[in-house]
Nanobody, 121 residues
Framework: QVQLVESGGGLVQAGDSLRLSCAASGRTFSGYTMGWFRQAPGKEREFVARTSWSGGRTSFADSVKGRFTISRDNAKNTVYLQMNSLKPEDTAVYYC??????????????WGQGTQVTVSS
């Protein structure tokens, strides 16, 4: 089992930045791809970003490419999502997940409880 706890969400204005953190405990963190997903009200949960176990490979949804970065510190069992130039359409609950290399929810075995990000215009 891997337990994941997100933090860092909040209410910001358009154009601001936020950094989300996801702290992992339990089984070996470094062996997993770590991903970030988000779910806006009335919408499906969607892929945002992922990083390979080493951090050497990353990928992003087109909607956040160039604005968001993902990183991980395996020594601290933590993955980060740096979000810049936030837009109102980025408003959602953000979830981190641990699993295999993929962009689908089914590729990930473990999920956090989520952290709310609200971007006002």
């Amino acid at each position: 089992q891997v337990q994941l706890v997100e933090s860092g969400g909040g209410l910001v204005q358009a154009g601001d930045s936020l950094r989300l953190s996801c702290a992992a405990s339990g089984r070996t963190f470094s062996g997993y791809t770590m991903g970030w997903f988000r779910q806006a009200p009335g919408k499906e949960r969607e892929f945002v970003a992922r990083t390979s176990w080493s951090g050497g490979r990353t990928s992003f949804a087109d909607s956040v490419k160039g604005r968001f970065t993902i990183s991980r510190d395996n020594a601290k069992n933590t993955v980060y999502l740096q979000m810049n130039s936030l837009k109102p359409e980025d408003t959602a609950v953000y979830y981190c997940a641990a699993g295999g290399w993929g962009v689908s929810r089914s590729d990930y075995d473990y999920w956090g409880q989520g952290t709310q990000v609200t971007v006002s215009s």
